[in-house]
């Protein structure tokens, strides 16, 4: 599959996908406290997508059990939601979340504390997120594919900290993932060009420790292998001729 452009009506409905998403993020943050289970989140996640109508991006893909990826402390990405798993004073959860509008996608994810937390774990969540801001700087249409990923890795190393390699940022549309990867790191050549209408979800996962992760025996919940804590953050992104739009975000909502 190659690389699709998105048209003016097709934008619109990403546009609005994105909007309900930014939304949803900002229901599910407002509940998270301790005491409350992984599968609270992904409760009211799911309820609040549902209630516009859309349906969660996530639910039985490749058979993923649930509406929202949930992910613990050195969980990088995809934990299970479950209602034994109980977040405790300290802990950093990130939350993953998709939504299908009108047949498209998007996609976004956030990294909260749950009531204090070290100080450390407070760096990693503003790097990782400034680390995606960083990386939209470069993407305008004219320059090329790795430069996001070069202005992401860039950023977050200067802090000591290591970028996931085995999971990449993505084109999405009808399609949740769809070409082409966007790794947050940069790898030999520059990646191509990118073009106005091009639609990408940009994520970068970033881990306190070493950059190594692996998988458990749910064949989901990714975890860095020295079990350091990890960031994710995560929008929706229109490539333009000027400053891209992210469609997932809003400044004033989680
Ligand atoms: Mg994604």
Not at 216 to 226: I, M, P, Q
Request: proline residues 4%.
């Amino acid at each position: 599959m190659s690389v699709t452009i998105k048209s003016e009506h097709e934008i619109e409905l990403m546009r609005e996908a994105g909007r309900i998403l930014s939304i949803v993020h900002d229901e599910m943050s407002k509940i998270i406290r301790p005491g409350i289970s992984t599968m609270d989140i992904n409760r009211r996640g799911e309820e609040v997508i549902r209630s516009y109508g859309c349906i969660p991006s996530f639910l039985n893909y490749n058979g993923f059990p649930a509406a929202i990826c949930v992910s613990v402390n050195e969980e990088v990405v995809h934990g299970i939601p479950n209602k034994k798993r109980i977040l405790h004073e300290g802990d950093i959860v990130s939350l993953d979340a998709g939504v299908i509008y009108k047949g498209y996608h998007s996609d976004a994810a956030r990294t909260h504390p749950v009531g204090v937390i070290a100080e450390e774990d407070q760096k990693l969540i503003d790097v990782t997120k400034q680390s995606f801001f960083e990386g939209i700087k470069m993407a305008k249409a004219g320059n090329h594919l790795f430069d996001i990923s070069k202005a992401i890795q860039t950023y977050a190393e200067s802090f000591g900290f290591s970028v996931v390699r085995e999971m990449v940022g993505h084109g999405i549309g009808t399609k949740l993932h769809e070409e082409p990867q966007v790794p947050n790191f940069k790898p030999i050549g520059r990646g191509m060009k990118l073009r106005p209408g091009m639609t990408l979800a940009i994520e970068p996962m970033i881990n306190r420790g070493k950059k190594e992760i692996w998988q458990l025996d749910d064949d989901w919940t990714c975890v860095t292998r020295d079990s350091q804590n990890s960031a994710h953050y995560e929008n929706t992104v229109l490539i333009t001729d000027g400053e891209p739009e992210l469609f997932s975000y809003n400044k004033d909502l989680a």
